[in-house]
C-alpha cells in the first residue's frame, strides 16, 4: 500500500503532526511519501520520497495553489491513500482534493479496523466505523489519535510546482490574545464547561481550583459565552495542558477539548451525564450535580 | 444579493443514543432535535449580511424528513426569507459528497453571492459538505471562519486555527463560508418573528430530482467507545462522595501532599 502524507508549514515552522501521519503510515506498513509546501532548510524526518513546493511563492494559506501542487504529487505517486491532519489545514484542503479526484474523505479517523476506518460521532459519544468505496481514500487524522514515528531519516526531495491563481488573499496572522495565565505551568487544573450553567458559577470552580492549590480552566462554549477570558481555554485552540490533576467539571469532552487535556496524569470529571465522552479519559467519573457536589468537596479540601 | 444558509436538523447532544436496529446509526426515536449548533452561527451571519446590505434575499436550505422543517422554522424566525426544504427519508445513509452534491444541484442556477454553513455537523461531524458546495459550484470556499465583515465587495474573515491564532483572509462574491463556534452571538427569534415565519415560503422538493450521485462511502457500525480501562464511576450523596474522592486522591496522587 502506498500513501501520501501532508505535511503542514505555519509561521516559519514545519509543524510536528506530520510524525503522526508517519506513525500512522508505520502502523499500516505502508510506503509513505510527503507531501509540503515549506523550506528546504526544514523538512520531515524520514525515509522516502519529499514532494515539495516552496512557501515563499505559494503562501502557507493558499488553497488553489496548495490543491493544484497536491494533484500533482498524487498524480505523480498514485498513493492509495492521501491522509492529512484533522486540523485547520487539513479540514480545509482535504475536501477539495477529495472533490477533485472524485474520491471518499473519511474524516477525522481514530483507528484503523481491518480495511475500514474508525471516526467519532454525536460530539464523540459514539464511533462509527466506515469503508471507502473509491479506489484512493482521503483521510483526516484525529490529531494525537495515532502515536507518532521516531524513526528518523532523510528524504529525496522532488520540487513542485503548478500554476493555479488563488482567488483567496491571505494577509497574515493574528495572534492569539495573550494573558497573564500560563495553564502549562499549574500542577492542578479545575475547568469549567458548559454544565456550569451560568456565568455566577465560576466562582465556585474558581474556589475549587484555589483548595487544590492550582488554576482554573474552561472549555470553549464557557469561552465562547464570555464567561471565561479565552487565555484559560483548554483545547485545541486553547492551551494544550498535562497538569498532575485535572478536574473537569461540566464538561462533556468534545474531541478539542480532550486533545487539550487528555496527557492530564490523573482526570477526575463531574458530570451528570454517565455516557459524556470525558468519560473515556477519566480516572474517575463522579456523577453528580456540579452544583451540589463541589461545594462540599471544597469545604472537605479546605479542612483537611 | 441572494445569499444562502444551509442547516441541518441534529438531536441534541446531551440526548441519550440508542443504536438503530440495523446498527448503522442511532435510533431516531425519543430524540430532542434542533439546529445543528454551528449552523446557528452560518444563520446569524446571514441575517446580519442581508440587513447590512439592504435587499437582499436569504434562503435557507436543509435536507431530511418532514421533521427538519421544525428547524428550518427556526431559522425563518431568525431573519430567513424563505425555506428550501429537501424531502429526504434517508439522508442518514447519504456521505458528504452525496450531500453537497443535492445542494450544488439546486444553487447552480440561483446565482448566489454568498453561501454559509456550519463548519461540521454536531453527529456526523465530518466537515466537508461546504467546501465541497463550493468545489462542484467552482466558488472559492473559506473554513472555519470566527470573523466576518463585508464592505460592499469584499468579504473579509478570520479564520480559527490550533492555539487560538487566527488567519486574515479576504475574498470576492460570491464565495462560500463555513462558520466556526463563537462567530458572533446567534439571536433568540422573538415571539412576532416566529409568527411572522410561519406566513413565509416553506417549500419541498423531492431529493430524487436533485440528487445526481452515487455514494462513495458506507457506514458499517456505529456503536459506543469503550470507557477507559479501569476508570471508576463513583455514585452517592455529595458528602460521601467528597469522601472517597478525597480519599482516592490522596492514594493516586500527589496534589493533597
Known amino acids: 500500500m502506498k500513501v501520501l502524507l501532508v505535511a503542514e508549514y505555519r509561521e516559519g515552522k514545519l509543524l510536528g503532526n506530520i510524525n503522526e501521519l508517519l506513525g500512522f503510515a508505520g502502523t499500516l506498513a505502508a510506503e509513505a511519501a510527503v507531501f509540503l509546501v515549506g523550506k528546504k532548510e526544514s523538512l520531515p524526518k524520514f525515509t522516502g520520497k519529499l514532494y515539495l513546493a516552496d512557501v515563499e511563492k505559494y503562501r502557507e494559506y493558499n488553497p488553489d495553489g496548495h490543491k493544484a501542487l497536491l494533484l500533482q504529487a498524487v498524480e505523480k505517486e498514485q498513493p492509495d491513500l492521501i491522509v492529512f491532519s484533522h486540523s485547520s489545514y487539513g479540514w480545509d484542503l482535504a475536501p477539495r482534493l477529495a472533490f477533485t479526484l472524485k474520491t471518499c474523505q473519511i474524516s477525522e479517523v481514530v483507528a484503523v479496523e481491518g480495511e475500514s476506518f474508525v471516526v467519532p460521532a454525536c460530539n464523540a459519544k459514539l464511533r462509527r466505523q466506515v469503508k471507502s468505496l473509491s479506489p484512493k481514500t482521503v483521510l483526516t487524522l484525529q490529531v494525537g489519535a495515532f502515536q507518532a514515528s521516531e524513526t528518523g531519516g532523510e528524504p529525496t526531495v522532488i520540487d513542485i510546482d503548478a500554476e493555479a491563481a488563488p482567488r483567496i488573499s491571505f494577509s497574515g496572522y493574528e495572534a492569539a490574545a495573550k494573558g497573564g495565565v500560563d495553564l502549562t505551568k ?52 486553547g492551551q494544550s495542558v498535562a497538569p498532575k490533576l485535572y478536574v473537569a467539571c461540566g464538561i462533556s469532552g468534545a474531541i478539542q477539548h480532550l486533545a487539550g487535556m487528555k496527557k492530564s496524569e490523573f482526570i477526575v470529571a463531574i458530570n451528570t451525564d454517565r455516557d459524556a465522552p470525558i468519560g473515556e479519559v477519566a480516572d474517575v467519573l463522579v456523577v453528580a450535580d456540579l452544583k451540589q457536589f463541589v461545594p462540599v468537596l471544597t469545604e472537605k479540601l479546605k479542612a483537611l | 444579493m441572494k445569499i444562502l444558509v444551509c442547516i441541518k436538523q441534529v438531536p441534541d447532544m446531551e440526548s441519550k443514543f440508542r443504536i438503530a436496529a440495523d446498527g448503522r446509526w442511532y435510533d431516531q426515536g425519543d430524540l430532542v432535535f434542533r439546529m445543528n449548533e454551528y449552523d446557528e452561527y452560518a444563520v446569524e451571519q446571514a441575517v446580519r449580511l442581508k440587513e447590512q446590505v439592504g435587499g437582499a434575499d436569504l434562503t435557507v436550505l436543509s435536507i431530511g424528513s418532514e421533521r427538519v422543517k421544525e428547524t428550518m422554522k427556526k431559522a425563518l424566525a431568525m431573519g430567513c426569507d424563505r425555506g428550501v426544504h429537501v424531502a429526504d427519508d434517508t439522508v442518514a445513509g447519504k456521505d458528504p459528497m452525496t450531500i453537497a452534491g443535492i445542494i450544488a444541484e439546486y444553487a447552480k442556477a440561483q446565482n448566489f453571492s454568498c453561501i454559509f454553513t456550519g463548519m461540521q455537523s454536531q453527529d456526523r461531524g465530518s466537515g466537508q459538505v461546504g467546501v465541497l458546495l463550493a468545489e462542484m ?109 478525597i480519599g482516592i486522591l490522596k492514594e493516586k496522587t500527589a496534589v493533597l501532599a
Open chain 2, 137 to 245: 459550484l467552482g466558488l472559492p470556499a473559506v473554513t472555519t471562519i470566527v470573523d466576518f465583515t463585508y464592505d460592499g465587495s469584499l468579504f473579509s474573515v478570520k479564520r480559527e486555527l490550533e492555539g487560538g491564532t487566527r488567519a486574515k483572509v479576504a475574498v470576492q462574491s460570491p464565495a462560500v463560508f463555513t462558520c466556526q463556534l463563537g462567530l458572533n452571538t446567534p439571536r433568540y427569534p422573538t415571539l412576532p418573528n416566529i409568527m411572522k415565519a410561519k406566513k413565509k415560503e416553506l417549500g419541498s422538493i423531492p431529493v430524487d430530482q436533485l440528487q445526481k450521485t452515487a455514494i462513495l462511502q458506507e457506514t458499517e457500525r456505529l456503536y459506543f467507545p469503550e470507557k477507559k480501562s479501569g476508570g471508576l464511576i463513583l455514585e452517592g450523596d455529595a458528602a460521601d462522595l467528597a469522601d472517597r474522592l
Open chain 1, 186 to 237: 499549574a500542577s492542578v487544573i479545575v475547568s469549567a464547561g458548559r454544565g456550569i450553567g451560568k456565568p455566577e458559577n465560576i466562582a465556585m470552580i474558581a474556589g475549587l481550583a484555589a483548595a487544590l492549590k492550582g488554576e482554573y480552566g474552561a472549555s470553549r462554549p464557557v469561552v465562547d459565552a464570555e464567561w471565561v477570558e479565552h487565555n484559560r481555554q483548554v483545547g485545541t485552540t
